[in-house]
Each structure stands twice: as structure tokens, then as C-alpha cells.
């Protein structure tokens, strides 16, 4: 058995089997989800971060690149009880370090006790505690990972369906999801996906019914561009945003965010509607959150520990929500949110001055 050392950031070093060499760094977090391993290791939001399964076996059905979320895997390395063949291969022909053969149950108690934190993994023949160790010494915090988004977005402006008959939507990628594009092209809308550092004069150039703010990884206030595109816009353009999305919106309408201390990941996190009561399961990657919604009204709580979920303007057109209700793995409960953003363009708005 080749071996492979995780180093923490609270001291210790755990002992591990490599399933695929190499050696990374990043945050330590964990996904409770039991499904969906695929989407969650090419899920752009994962970008910089070691990912942790607590469910003990990942890879029972393969590996199928028709639910890949991006075009490659984003977690810097891979940790789970037990990995399959398959996924081990994948991890190893995508570069990505991955381990298993060690008590996840302890790695995911630490983590939520102690918060996520820094790691270094080395795995693979020559890998030794000091490997790891140095690998721990030269990780960064997420938030000094300042221009992240430069890693997960598209470098050059592209429109998606652009005979669509709906609404024309301009996604600003900061690392959005496919199933998000998927989900606005499958209701007919044209969708102008612009760089993350996009500009208020590239957004009025593709004149859209909606500006749309996607999910992506880090700190959403290294994301300035973003915050300046909703701060000129708003009141002039509807505004809808998903995850990062959300925090980024708040963010730049006078509100604020934090880092949480261990985030919400799975796909099993039980978000209640204030106003009808109803109570949705959703999937969630996410590791800062709204402390202060500024102008915004909360209109979605998560249950388990009352941090907003969804977010609403009906005088400045901003919808917006911390979950994934595009539903990639599952479950389905809150796609009719494409269809209230899309909804969002038959309202009566200006026209975006130049």
C-alpha cells in the first residue's frame, strides 16, 4: 500500500492510503452528500479547497462526464473513507491528489468543531509527514486568495442559445455551474455569459433583461468588479444571484458578509420560506454567508441555523438565493426559481443609460 500524510492545520498529521499522487494544499472542508460526487468535484466553488466526503463510499456508479458542472475538477486534492477504482483513475489522469483509508469521521468532527482549516496533502510513493508538512506551510487563508475568480471563469465573453425566444440574461461568471446555464437555457433565455471582472459598460453592451451574479469560490469581497457592476446597475436592471451570487449582492447594496465556520455542503440542507412556511431541501457549497442584508429583506432562513438563504427587492428588482436551486445533484424542490428571475424582465424597467 502506498501511503499518503494530510497535515492540519491544528498540528497533527493523519496517515492515509494515496489513490492518486501527488501533492496540494487548500482548505479542509466537507460535503455531507451521498450522491453527486461528480458535480461536487467539478464544481467550481470548490476551487482552492481539499475536499472531505463523510459518506464512506465514493464512486458506487461510476464516473460519467455528462454531470460534470465544469470542464475539470476543482477541489486542490480528494479525502474519503473509501474511493473506488474509477474515481481513483479520474483523479489521477486529472492531476488531483486523492487519499483514502483513514477515519473521516474524526477528519469531519475536527472540521466542525474546529472550523475549516488549512492542509497539506502529499500522496504517492515518495511521500513523507515533512512532504505534507511543507505543502501546510505555503497554504493560503481563502481570503487571501484575492483574484480567484481569474481561475474559474470564462476568459472571453460568449452567448449561449442566442435564438432563444425569452428573456436575454447576462451571467456574470465567477464560476458558475453548467446546470445553471442549463437551467435558463432550458426555459428559452439568451444568455450572455461575461468574464467575472466584466465592466457596467460590458454589461450595457449586451443590454440584458437580467443581470445574473453566479456562485464561485473565496471570499466574496475579493470579487470587486462584480460589487461595482451591482452597484452601478441596481435600480436600473433586475438583479438575481446563487450562492456567491447572493453574498456578493448583499455585499455591494451596503450590506455585509462573514466566513462561517464550517459552511453548509451536502445536498440535504433544510431551507424554510418566511412567508408561506414551506420548508424545500436544497444543495449547498458554501463557506461565508450574509451577516447583514442592508436594504435587502430576508425571505428564506436555513433551519438549521437561521443564516439567509434567499433574498428580495421588489422597489430595486433583486432576487437571490444562497442554495442551488438548479438542483445538480438534487434534490428538486426550488426550480421555479429560474422561472421567477426570468419573471424579473416583465417588469417594467429603464433603459440602461451609457
Same mark, same amino acid.
Given at each position: 500500500m502506498t501511503t499518503a500524510y494530510i497535515a492540519l492545520e491544528d498540528g497533527r498529521v493523519v496517515e492515509a492510503r494515496s489513490r492518486a499522487p501527488g501533492r496540494s494544499r487548500g482548505e479542509l472542508v466537507f460535503t455531507t452528500a451521498y450522491t453527486g460526487y461528480e458535480e461536487s468535484l467539478t464544481d467550481p466553488s470548490y476551487e482552492e479547497q481539499v475536499l472531505t466526503f463523510s459518506y464512506p463510499l465514493i464512486g458506487n456508479y461510476g464516473v460519467r462526464s455528462e454531470r460534470f458542472e465544469s470542464e475539470r475538477v476543482h477541489p486542490r486534492a480528494v479525502v474519503a *473513507?473509501?474511493? @473506488?477504482?474509477?474515481?481513483?483513475?479520474?483523479? @489521477?489522469e486529472e492531476g488531483v491528489p486523492a487519499v483514502d483509508h483513514l477515519d473521516t469521521r474524526d477528519l469531519v468532527t475536527g472540521i466542525r468543531d474546529q472550523g475549516a482549516m488549512r492542509c497539506g496533502v502529499a500522496a504517492g510513493p515518495d511521500a513523507t509527514p515533512e512532504a505534507a508538512r511543507e505543502e501546510l506551510s505555503e497554504c493560503k487563508g481563502m481570503s487571501e486568495h484575492t483574484d480567484i475568480g481569474a481561475q474559474v471563469s470564462v476568459g472571453e465573453p460568449q452567448t449561449v442559445n442566442a435564438d432563444g425566444d425569452g428573456p436575454r440574461v447576462c451571467l456574470i461568471d465567477c464560476g458558475a455551474k453548467g446546470s445553471i446555464l442549463d437551467s435558463l437555457v432550458d426555459r428559452d433565455a439568451v444568455v450572455d455569459v461575461l468574464p467575472y471582472d466584466a465592466t457596467p459598460t460590458d454589461v450595457r453592451d449586451v443590454d440584458p433583461d437580467v443581470l445574473f451574479i453566479s456562485n464561485g469560490p473565496g471570499d466574496p469581497e475579493n470579487f470587486t468588479a462584480a460589487q461595482t457592476l451591482v452597484d452601478e446597475l441596481a435600480g436600473d436592471l433586475p438583479l438575481a444571484g446563487i450562492c456567491l451570487g447572493q453574498q456578493v449582492v448583499a455585499g455591494a447594496l451596503g450590506g455585509d458578509t462573514e466566513k462561517m465556520a464550517f459552511g453548509h455542503r451536502g445536498v440535504n440542507q433544510p431551507v424554510r420560506d418566511? *412567508?408561506? &412556511? *414551506? #420548508? #424545500?431541501? @436544497? @444543495?449547498?457549497?458554501? &463557506?461565508?454567508? #450574509?451577516?447583514?442584508?442592508g436594504p435587502l429583506d430576508v425571505t428564506q432562513v436555513n433551519v438549521n441555523d437561521d443564516t439567509p438563504e434567499g433574498l428580495e427587492s421588489d422597489e430595486l428588482g433583486v432576487l437571490t438565493r444562497q442554495y442551488h436551486p438548479e438542483a445538480n445533484p438534487g434534490p428538486h424542490d426550488s426550480l421555479d426559481f429560474f422561472d421567477d428571475v426570468l419573471a424579473l424582465a416583465d417588469e417594467e424597467e429603464p433603459a440602461l443609460a451609457d
Amino acid at each position: 500500500m502506498t501511503t499518503a500524510y494530510i497535515a492540519l492545520e491544528d498540528g497533527r498529521v493523519v496517515e492515509a492510503r494515496s489513490r492518486a499522487p501527488g501533492r496540494s494544499r487548500g482548505e479542509l472542508v466537507f460535503t455531507t452528500a451521498y450522491t453527486g460526487y461528480e458535480e461536487s468535484l467539478t464544481d467550481p466553488s470548490y476551487e482552492e479547497q481539499v475536499l472531505t466526503f463523510s459518506y464512506p463510499l465514493i464512486g458506487n456508479y461510476g464516473v460519467r462526464s455528462e454531470r460534470f458542472e465544469s470542464e475539470r475538477v476543482h477541489p486542490r486534492a480528494v479525502v474519503a *473513507r473509501e474511493l @473506488t477504482d474509477d474515481v481513483a483513475e479520474w483523479l @489521477t489522469e486529472e492531476g488531483v491528489p486523492a487519499v483514502d483509508h483513514l477515519d473521516t469521521r474524526d477528519l469531519v468532527t475536527g472540521i466542525r468543531d474546529q472550523g475549516a482549516m488549512r492542509c497539506g496533502v502529499a500522496a504517492g510513493p515518495d511521500a513523507t509527514p515533512e512532504a505534507a508538512r511543507e505543502e501546510l506551510s505555503e497554504c493560503k487563508g481563502m481570503s487571501e486568495h484575492t483574484d480567484i475568480g481569474a481561475q474559474v471563469s470564462v476568459g472571453e465573453p460568449q452567448t449561449v442559445n442566442a435564438d432563444g425566444d425569452g428573456p436575454r440574461v447576462c451571467l456574470i461568471d465567477c464560476g458558475a455551474k453548467g446546470s445553471i446555464l442549463d437551467s435558463l437555457v432550458d426555459r428559452d433565455a439568451v444568455v450572455d455569459v461575461l468574464p467575472y471582472d466584466a465592466t457596467p459598460t460590458d454589461v450595457r453592451d449586451v443590454d440584458p433583461d437580467v443581470l445574473f451574479i453566479s456562485n464561485g469560490p473565496g471570499d466574496p469581497e475579493n470579487f470587486t468588479a462584480a460589487q461595482t457592476l451591482v452597484d452601478e446597475l441596481a435600480g436600473d436592471l433586475p438583479l438575481a444571484g446563487i450562492c456567491l451570487g447572493q453574498q456578493v449582492v448583499a455585499g455591494a447594496l451596503g450590506g455585509d458578509t462573514e466566513k462561517m465556520a464550517f459552511g453548509h455542503r451536502g445536498v440535504n440542507q433544510p431551507v424554510r420560506d418566511l *412567508r408561506s &412556511g *414551506r #420548508v #424545500v431541501m @436544497t @444543495t449547498q457549497n458554501h &463557506g461565508y454567508t #450574509v451577516s447583514d442584508p442592508g436594504p435587502l429583506d430576508v425571505t428564506q432562513v436555513n433551519v438549521n441555523d437561521d443564516t439567509p438563504e434567499g433574498l428580495e427587492s421588489d422597489e430595486l428588482g433583486v432576487l437571490t438565493r444562497q442554495y442551488h436551486p438548479e438542483a445538480n445533484p438534487g434534490p428538486h424542490d426550488s426550480l421555479d426559481f429560474f422561472d421567477d428571475v426570468l419573471a424579473l424582465a416583465d417588469e417594467e424597467e429603464p433603459a440602461l443609460a451609457d
